[in-house]
Nanobody, 124 residues
Framework: VQLVESGGGLVQPGGSLRLSCATS????????VAWFRQVQGKEREFVAG????????EYADSVKGRFTIFRDNAVNTFYLQMNTLKPEDTAVYYC??????????????????WGQGTQVTVSS
């Protein structure tokens, strides 16, 4: 199973970006999916996640009201819509797929499949 990310880049503060994560050779059927981010020298942190069966979502406090995670199971792709971006959102963003679960897991160790990462830079 391979996760392929796209959509990162450079954006000015207050701008928007949409990240995409697609599978290659498998599906997200039944699995929770999530986005994490990491700044060099710091631990990988949970950003947002969504379950498959209940469509339950979870967000880090720092992104609530600005970011939205959503998925299109028909095309095995999920997304992170990021609005009102701030310089502190600058990081490498990773998509991940995890287990079947009624709730969104926020620990990185709960996820067994990861994308390669895409850089998001928020700067004027």
């Amino acid at each position: 199973v391979q996760l392929v990310e796209s959509g990162g880049g450079l954006v000015q503060p207050g701008g928007s970006l949409r990240l995409s994560c697609a599978t290659s050779g498998h599906t997200f059927s039944g699995r929770t999916v999530a986005w994490f981010r990491q700044v060099q020298g710091k631990e990988r942190e949970f950003v947002a996640g969504v379950t498959f069966s209940s469509w339950r979502t979870e967000y880090a406090d720092s992104v609530k009201g600005r970011f939205t995670i959503f998925r299109d199971n028909a095309v095995n792709t999920f997304y992170l819509q990021m609005n009102t971006l701030k310089p502190e959102d600058t990081a490498v963003y990773y998509c991940a797929a995890g287990p079947r679960s009624p709730v969104v897991q926020v620990r990185p160790l709960a996820y067994d499949t990861w994308g390669q990462g895409t850089q998001v830079t928020v700067s004027s």
